[in-house]
């Protein structure tokens, strides 16, 4: 009992890290102009090196386990270019364009791209309750970018392209490391991602001329690079080990209320009853997702 207590509490905190990591690079995006791309590079150039330094420390030199199996080095290199980087920088975009809220919603419609991918390559129907949640999660869409009404967006073009290409490459995400991980610990697979990932962003990160920083972004910074990232990850990795896939997948509903929360309450994100309704519909749709499932016929 006190090991589920202790991995309810390791999983709504990273979720409630990873929310407020979200309305840090709002507003440091916002008021204090820090470049999306250099932002984006220094995420995961550090939050990489991190990741591998803290494997390291514990299994010294099978750091580089991944680079002497070719096969494993290209489905690496797949992961990296077609999953990480998508999903770390169409995310700040969309919240560079529109706000922390709307863009960890729309991030959640990746479960409703997995459905169709699956749907499709399976050539199978999806289950009664897979339609459920595609119906409920382009309702919700429509409400979030419309403000429920036809003739007019609620929401900027850009935000809303960059919040669906978010939700793709959420879905990229967690499709494209499956075999990895089911090989190696998920610190090294994500660790050389992010690294990986941050090679296409060495060219920004040295010729970007960048506004005056000072405590408050460089702390802004710290904070997604540490607590956003590091952190939030460690305290979900911990979490597995005493709770249900089921459980935690539920319990990341924490990321867009916090998201959602600290944005209002903290930097005055306009927000209208339509759109937060919208928003619920969406991360309700991660909730029945996430609801185990009696199969009616094998996989």
């Known amino acids: 009992m006190a090991s589920r207590r202790l991995g309810l509490i390791e999983v709504i905190s990273g979720g409630v890290l990873w929310g407020a990591s979200g309305t840090v690079a709002q507003a440091v995006f916002s008021r204090y102009q820090v470049p999306t791309l250099w932002l984006t590079g220094v995420r995961l150039s550090l939050a990489g090196l991190l990741l591998l330094g803290w494997f390291a420390l514990s299994q010294g030199r099978a750091v580089w386990a991944i680079w002497r199996r070719p096969k494993m080095i290209g489905q690496l290199l797949l992961f990296s270019l077609l999953g990480m980087v998508p999903s770390q920088l169409t995310y700040f975009l969309a919240i560079a364009y529109g706000n922390a ?58 935000a809303l392209f960059w919040g669906l290409l978010a939700g793709v490459s959420s879905a990229t995400y967690t499709l494209l490391p499956r075999q990895l991980l089911a090989t190696y610990d998920a610190r090294l697979v994500v660790g050389w991602a992010m690294l ?29 690079v540490i607590g956003g990232t590091m952190l939030a990850y460690l305290l979900y990795l911990k979490s597995l080990t005493s709770l249900a896939p089921s459980t935690t997948g539920m319990l990341s509903a924490f990321e867009p209320l916090t998201a959602t929360v600290l944005a209002v309450g903290v930097l005055g994100t306009p927000l209208t009853g339509a759109e937060l309704f919208g928003g ?20």
């Open 280 to 299: 619920a519909c969406i991360v309700a749709t991660t909730l029945l997702q996430a609801l185990p499932q009696k199969q009616s016929r094998p996989k």
């Open 196 to 224: 990986l990932g941050s090679l296409p962003f060495g060219g920004v990160l040295v010729t970007t001329r960048l506004p005056q920083l000072n405590v408050t972004v460089v702390g802004g910074i710290a904070f997604i």
């Open 101 to 158: 809220p709307t863009a960890t919603v729309l991030q959640f419609l990746g479960p409703l791209f997995i459905i169709i991918y699956l749907a499709v390559t399976r050539r199978q129907w999806p289950r009664r309750i897979d339609l459920i949640s595609i119906v409920i999660a382009l309702f919700g869409t429509f409400l979030l970018v419309t403000n429920g009404h036809f003739t007019q967006l609620a929401l900027a073009p850009l």
